[in-house]
């Protein structure tokens, strides 16, 4: 092992040099140096796998409403309150929660099943630390003379991904930081760098890295059988080569990048344009909507199995079936069917231990006390009709028969009043359909705290459910649950934005990147057609609007079916920021849908076999987010005050 290091930059006490494949285990004060772990190529890939330890695990936070902001005006807190207002009041991260906050947890261990016990996301300067610290030694003649060509091509190119990809996590967070590419002794003060004057400075940067990683890695590892005999990443199970750093994974993460440089809130305020929710970066956007085209095209090809779900093993993106535990969610052995793998990347901190159901435990009605519950505000506003306008758009749309005639892809989502939510045929009628009108079973403060008329059922079966209210005739059947880093929908859907946010392709624009030649319409469309929904073209003939000619209105449809495409997916607080309308009251607005039945016994508790009656909205809360303040997180004040040149985020 090196030598303990100090590493000033940010941490006062940092980051060992923990692993290789045989040392994994081994204490901080074991004494391995750079020759133990730079010696070959077996060595020095099981000391840069640390860094696949450091990818965090969102959804494993979701349970006790530590991640439940990152679904941002999507859903109400199953718990006291949203845990961001809480960050917000505190300005701090370090003690909240005793730290296990996934943002701020500080500790090096990778190895804990339990992803509340493994690093954060400010603690990826650790993983950057030991991507550089290989990017330093890939020239130590030891490793040269022990190493072929393809093996310093697989090192180097997962460093350059690694150092790219936790520097853009710390930033989709904190914003513009310091691009650290080189190893920091704490000598001559080396650590005190400046913070950037632009969020596109370090953006640029982390571009420049992800485009080493993809000259380097290969489109599937598989590719490499009988020429690389070292290849030991934990766990070894249920992404199996997928989870390797591929070029799948470097242009998806890369075009995310450079989307998120190009949108209004990093291009506004890098340039003080004031607030501007529909102003990009064309030239960044366009470069964004290139990368993620290579994806598309990976798709095409089939490489990986990349390919979309249809809506028959759609399913199986968010989880296995029933006790399914030794498959991971998005991939063609989840799914079960060939072409249709939407799983690109994600963390798998945590699938040893028993939380696997964490998603449905914090989601299906009967899996634990404090749901999570739906905003009926940002699902009335989201889900449309069938004709595929928005309910305010429609006028055939009627707020008192609000759960008819509704986008397929809201009863897919969310379970509704009537539903079936338990199979074995022996249950009680009361639970075994939901009762969620006000003051039915499903409304009570044992089940939820904000009861809001709505469950989230994207992320598990209805077998998921388990006792609760005495009633013990359930399902109770786990598969695996999970959060993906990145799927293929996402890059489909970046992919429309950044053309529709340029004025050289806009809506119809077809661009020809590679003889990727869809246009913004069409991928919109294409997820329409998994649905069997009217085209975006012919819904706003209904309402006599050519919504292709109107960049900014046509930018909002990009938006709604972007948020209906990825709701419940972690995605939505980072997406409404860079929108720069997250401190708007549409997405601030917490609200249920209050209603009641026409007949109520167990003869009528199936769906069909009563009617909704007497909708309300009802206003829960109005969620705490000002600009610019509550658009990045702060610094701690020990970080600021370290040396001239570092400012803390407006506001703070």
Not at 43 to 50: I, N, R, S, T, V
Not at 115 to 142: F, T, Y
Not at 483 to 507: C, H, I, P, Q, S
């Amino acid at each position: 092992m090196i030598n303990k290091i100090r590493y000033i930059y940010f941490f006062l006490c940092s980051a060992l040099l923990l692993s290789c494949e045989d040392y994994l285990d081994k204490a901080p004060e074991s004494d391995l140096n750079k020759q133990d772990v730079f010696q070959d190529f077996e060595h020095a890939q099981g000391f840069l796998e640390q860094c696949y330890g450091y990818v965090v695990n969102y959804a494993a936070n979701i349970e006790w409403d530590v991640a439940g902001f990152l679904l941002g005006d999507e859903s109400l807190p199953g718990n006291q309150q949203y845990k961001m207002d809480w960050y917000w009041e505190l300005g701090t991260l370090q003690n909240y929660n005793n730290g296990k906050s996934f943002l701020y947890r500080n500790t090096t261990d990778i190895t804990n099943d339990q992803s509340k016990n493994r690093p954060g996301i400010w603690q990826g300067w650790q993983a950057i630390r030991i991507a550089n610290i290989v990017i330093e030694e890939i020239n130590n003649p030891n490793l040269e003379a022990n190493m072929s060509e393809d093996e310093r091509k697989l090192l180097l190119g997962q460093a350059y991904f690694f150092r790219a990809f936790f520097h853009s996590e710390i930033m989709k967070f904190w914003g513009r930081i310091p691009y650290i590419d080189r190893v920091l002794t704490g000598n001559n003060n080396d650590f005190q760098i400046p913070r950037p004057s632009t969020y596109k400075e370090c953006a640029m940067k982390a571009d420049e890295d992800y485009a080493r990683a993809a000259e380097l890695l290969p489109e599937d590892w598989k590719l490499l059988e009988g020429k690389i005999e070292a290849i030991t990443i934990h766990p070894t199970t249920y992404a199996n080569s997928r989870r390797l750093i591929n070029k799948a994974i470097v242009y998806s993460f890369k075009g995310r990048n450079l989307l998120y440089a190009a949108s209004p809130l990093m291009y506004c305020s890098d340039n003080k344009l004031g607030i501007d929710s529909y102003l990009y970066d064309e030239e960044l956007a366009i470069k964004a909507a290139e990368d993620l085209a290579k994806v598309i095209d990976m798709d095409k090809r089939d490489i990986l199995g990349l390919g979309l779900a249809d809506k028959e093993h759609l399913k199986y993106c968010f989880t296995t079936k029933a006790n399914q535990k030794s498959l991971f969610p998005g991939t063609p052995e989840a799914i079960g069917a060939s072409g249709q793998c939407e799983y690109i990347f994600s963390s798998t901190a945590e699938i040893p231990w028993a939380a696997q159901q964490l998603m449905g435990r914090s989601y299906m009605p009967y899996g634990a006390t404090n749901q999570i519950t739906p905003n009926h505000h940002f699902i009335h506003a989201t889900f449309g009709t069938a004709n595929g306008l928005s309910c305010d758009e429609d006028p055939t749309h009627d707020f008192q028969q609000e759960f008819e005639n509704r986008d397929p892809r809201f009863y897919f989502n969310l379970i509704i009043d009537g539903e079936q939510i338990i199979q074995k045929p022996a249950a009680a009628p009361k639970y075994k359909y939901a009762q969620c009108y006000t003051n039915g079973l499903l409304r009570q403060s044992s089940v939820s705290k904000y009861p809001t008329g709505y469950f989230i059922k994207k992320w598990s079966l209805i077998t998921r459910n388990s006792p609760l209210h005495g009633n013990t005739i359930v399902d109770n059947q786990h598969g695996l649950e999970w959060w993906m880093n990145m799927r293929l929908t996402d890059v489909y859907m970046m992919y429309a934005e950044a053309l529709a946010a340029t004025k050289e392709f806009g809506a119809i624009g077809k661009p020809n990147f590679n003889g990727i030649t869809l246009s913004a319409l069409d991928v919109l469309n294409i997820f329409r057609d998994r649905f069997e929904m009217p085209h975006v073209e012919e819904s706003y003939k209904l309402i006599n609007v050519d919504i292709t000619s109107d960049s900014r209105r046509f930018m909002d449809v990009v938006r709604r079916e972007r948020a209906i495409e990825m709701c419940f997916e972690a995605c939505r607080w980072t997406d409404i920021r860079r929108w720069m309308i997250a401190h708007t009251l549409d997405c601030k607005f917490k609200s249920s849908l209050e209603f009641e039945r026409d007949v109520y016994d167990d003869a009528h508790a199936k769906r069909g076999q009563f009617k909704n009656i007497n909708f309300k909205e009802k206003e829960i809360m109005t969620r705490t987010c000002d600009y610019p303040k509550h658009y990045w997180l702060p610094f701690n004040q020990n970080e600021v005050n370290m040396y001239e040149g570092f400012p803390q985020n407006p506001g703070w």
